[in-house]
């Protein structure tokens, strides 16, 4: 039985969103059930699809966090 955690920030698709929809993450469950049943032959009854919104505060990239690395890229720096 596999189990996958996927990983998504918190910010949802537009400004106004602060998350992830219950539509957006009932997608996401099908379409990696679907892979692990393509990929491995797994049973779409027998896979697990975990779902982590991470906060905006608790991720980065570049050395840095991601508010100051937006900020850093906008200005042409990054």
Do not use: F
Not at 20 to 32: D, H, N, P, R, T
């Amino acid at each position: 039985m596999p189990i996958v955690t996927v990983q998504v920030t918190r910010e949802g698709t537009t400004p106004d969103r602060t998350s992830v929809s219950a539509e957006e993450k009932a997608a996401i469950i099908a379409g990696v059930s679907q892979v692990m049943l393509d990929v491995l032959n797994k049973p779409l009854e027998s896979t697990y699809v975990v779902i982590e919104e991470v906060e905006l505060e608790n991720w980065g990239w570049g050395g840095l966090p991601t508010v100051q690395y937006r900020k850093k890229k906008a200005e042409g720096k990054a």
